[in-house]
């Protein structure tokens, strides 16, 4: 199968081949050419639409894209060579054109097949005109000029275009595999792997402040176990959407760190972030009552600026998180539990 990038890059190389041949066409016309040299311009017209149709059938367009390369290498170049007047004219610049093009489509030993093809045409050609300069038809110079002042700067354009259509589309698809290196794929926050990255760097920066919370969903298998795991799923996305609406992005760092952890860098004062942490509690509490009351949150934070080391500094945030679930696993007549925090490190 052909994946999107190299069928988008397809399907806009043909339509540049057909707006490149009318234009020729065009130009034939106004330099005095012969009507049998826009022959070969409507026949590319006619194969490139029979090409974009058959690559719209998926299982077939890597089919039709070898088919395609191999007709214009085979058997369009050959013909415009000799109908054209050989290297008087600019074929050359359809090879280069061409090599563009096959480079980006193909891979293996078929990018290798149709630039080894490529070269040994041009050169059997080359050397028939050398051999034989009879087969090619001479046209007067004038008629050379206006064809070259139309067909070398369209070489350059749809080069131009074809070159900065692959750049875009792969600027595009470079983008979104970054995001999907980064990003969790359920949730939609960042993963541990750059959350690691994002808390080693802030440890390693001088002035480093704000607070490292993390949290876990208390008694969140029982959901998995009772409702299914696509009920848990829509819990943990639920979950994620609340932490992004107390805790924008723009503003702090979100990471799903595994399973039914999260991890926060809160970049404020601890009031406010005990705040939205109570926020995000009530809410959560809210949602997943249809499932289970005992389904909650555990939460423990701790000051960046009062750790030395990035493992010093999980430590504690997971020590005063487990005294938190600790906490709330009591009875209630052995306890007083405030609702917010079971412990925390200034």
Not at 109 to 120: G, K, Q
Not at 274 to 289: C, D, G, I, Y
Not at 295 to 319: K, N, P, W, Y
Request: charged residues 20%; glycine residues 6%; hydrophobic residues 45%.
């Amino acid at each position: 199968m052909v994946d999107s990038l190299k069928l988008r890059l397809f399907y806009s190389i043909l339509a540049m081949v057909a707006v490149l041949s009318s234009i020729n066409i065009a130009g034939n016309i106004a330099g005095s050419f012969p009507a049998t040299v826009n022959g070969k311009w409507l026949l590319l017209i006619l194969i490139s639409a029979i090409a974009f149709f058959a690559a719209k059938k998926r299982r077939y367009t890597e089919r039709v894209m070898f088919a395609f390369f191999l007709f214009l290498i085979i058997a369009f170049f050959p013909y415009a060579y000799i109908e054209s007047g050989g290297s008087a004219n600019n074929g050359l610049g359809y090879v280069y054109l061409t090599l563009i093009c096959i480079t980006y489509l193909f891979r293996s030993w078929r990018r290798w097949f149709f630039v080894l093809l490529l070269i040994a045409v041009f050169l059997s050609l080359h050397t028939l005109e050398y051999t034989s300069p009879e087969l090619f038809p001479v046209y007067p110079a004038d008629t050379q000029f206006i064809d070259r002042i139309i067909q070398v700067p369209l070489i350059l354009l749809v080069s131009a275009a074809i070159i900065w259509r692959f750049a875009k589309d792969y600027e595009q698809a470079t983008s979104k595999l970054a995001y999907y290196a980064h990003r969790d794929d359920l949730t939609g926050l960042f993963n541990r792997r750059l959350f690691n990255q994002y808390i080693d760097d802030i440890m390693h920066s001088p002035g480093r402040d704000g607070y490292l919370a993390l949290i876990d969903l208390d008694n969140f298998k029982l959901i998995n176990d009772f409702y299914g795991h696509a009920s848990g799923d829509r819990v943990l996305k639920s979950f994620a959407n609340l932490l992004q609406q107390q805790f924008p992005e723009a503003e702090h760092m979100l990471s799903r760190w595994g399973g039914d952890e999260f991890a926060i860098v809160f970049c404020g004062e601890k009031d406010e972030l005990l705040h939205r942490l109570k926020n995000v509690r009530t809410a959560f509490e809210k949602n997943t009552e249809v499932f289970e009351k005992r389904v909650g949150i555990s939460f423990g934070f701790t000051r960046i600026a009062s750790a030395e080391s990035v493992s010093e500094l999980l430590h504690s945030a997971d020590q005063n998180q487990y005294s938190m679930k600790s906490e709330r696993k009591k009875p209630a007549s052995t306890h007083v539990y405030n609702g917010y925090m079971a412990s925390q490190t200034e």
